[in-house]
């Protein structure tokens, strides 16, 4: 099952009577601020949640898996998340 942001729109504005026009305002401006963040290479720390950060991968050779040729793989940049201590104990 998948867990969408119009269920978090729908769960939050029934929990605190907010309309859910707002709570979705809310909850994209807070999305937008995260990937803005992460593009300016800022780490993202929420507390009890988790850190996201942006990570450079190097470059590296890879294997084309149906000629099986080597072909260069460049270096990218990737996000990580390491949740935080409260999320690891829920989700044991």
């Not at 969408?4 to 909850?27: C, N, S």
């Not at 993202?44 to 099986?68: D, Q």
């Amino acid at each position: 099952m998948t867990l969408t942001k119009k269920d978090l729109v729908l769960a939050v504005a029934k929990d605190t009577g907010i309309t859910q026009v707002e709570v979705k305002r809310v909850i994209q401006q807070t999305l937008h601020y995260i990937v803005e963040g992460l593009k300016e290479g800022k780490t993202i720390e929420l507390r009890n949640f988790g850190v996201l950060k942006v990570r450079t991968r190097a470059p590296r050779r890879g294997r084309n898996p149906k000629t099986g040729q080597e072909v260069p793989v460049p270096s990218r940049r990737v996000v990580v998340f390491k949740p935080g201590l409260l999320m690891r104990q829920h989700i044991r």
